[in-house]
């Protein structure tokens, strides 16, 4: 379905329609967890802050983190939930470059 016939649904929690251009793997959300989620206003992703929950949590918002992400924050466009959505991988990859290096 074409963006400009698309109703943007996003910020309405379970109600949302998640389009399909923006389903799959969210590497920002996998590689900046609960920075992510706070962003995003995803709270589940402080779950990471729970021993033996972190790793797993990782995988969890790589997998789910577009979905949650649109349901829980109003977004413009498709365009826009995806532009913002890579400046948040860009930056995880920083992240985790530095920390290797350091």
Known sequence: MAESQFENTSGQGSKAVIPQEIRGWNWGAFLLTFIWGIGNNVWISLIGFIP???????FVLGVKGNKWAWQKKKWDSIEH????????ANWGLVVW??????
Not at 81 to 88: I, L, N, S, Y
């Open 97 to 102: 470059g530095v920390s290797l290096v350091i």
């Open 52 to 58: 033996g929950f972190s790793i797993p949590m990782y």
């Open 81 to 88: 939930f995806k532009r913002t959505q890579r400046k948040w």
